[in-house]
């Protein structure tokens, strides 16, 4: 999440010429999981993840695309891919970003850089043109509690779901440093509050986007945080 500090140059020149905003309150963001209409697709997609939590390496990698797009300056082709994601090592970046992007609906999307494909999760493909994206995140959950501090035994001031909300801090240790668990600090109703960081998702964060072969489904495009 370190990298999200950082200005995504895609989402740069796409809002280059237009106002960006910051929501004064929580903007309705409802997931539409737009690869429903096809079944293929939804076998395809839990075939993947599947794979990926048992890291079936073999499975995941016949689903990679050659010429793989691996960002914007980065080499295309699978050894980029390689290098960036460690899918032979048990604890690669590969097995935890790919199974958190597969979890949440997936939606169309394209641009210059890239055809159109059908891509998860859907904040990206789905984010309103007119919110910044470098300071808001979406809450991707029905319900999360609002802690009024980094702590499960915090008070509780309030409770959000499918939100758009401001974001001041997208990494903020547990109040007990024995916990392992990870917070977000938003700004809810003009104050500070605190969503589990599993919650909360930015619109810059990894995006694997895939088209349908002759071969079937391929990943084709899976982008860092940023990229």
């Not at 237009?18 to 737009?34: H, Y």
């Not at 995941?60 to 050659?66: A, E, I, L």
Request: aromatic share 8%; proline share 8%; hydrophobic share 40%.
């Amino acid at each position: 999440m370190n990298s999200l500090r950082t200005a995504s140059l895609l989402l740069a020149a796409i809002i280059l010429l237009l106002p960006v905003t910051a929501p004064a309150q929580e903007i309705p963001f409802v997931p539409r999981e737009e690869g429903a209409a096809d079944p293929g697709w939804i076998r395809f997609r839990d075939r993947l993840l599947t794979a990926v939590q048992q890291r079936d390496r073999k499975f995941v990698m016949t689903v990679v695309d050659r010429n793989i797009r691996n960002g914007l300056e980065r080499p295309r082709g699978l050894e980029e891919f390689r290098r960036q994601w460690e899918p032979d090592a048990d604890d690669g970046p590969l097995w935890r970003e790919l199974a958190r992007a597969l979890q949440l609906p997936s939606a169309y999307y394209r641009h210059d850089q890239m055809p159109r494909s059908l891509c998860a999760p859907y904040v990206l493909p789905q984010w309103p043109i007119d919110i910044d994206p470098h300071s808001n995140g979406a809450v991707t959950v029905r319900q999360t509690d609002v802690r009024a501090e980094p702590s499960g035994s915090a008070e509780i001031r309030g409770r959000i779901g499918h939100v758009i909300v401001g974001v001041a801090d997208w990494e903020v240790a547990d109040r007990d440093p024995d916990v392992k668990q990870k917070w977000v600090r938003i700004r809810y109703r003009d104050r500070a509050g605190y969503v589990p960081e599993e919650h909360i998702r930015s619109p810059i964060e990894q995006l694997a986007c895939f088209r349908r072969t002759e071969a079937g489904w391929r990943l084709t495009s899976f982008l860092a945080a940023g990229e």
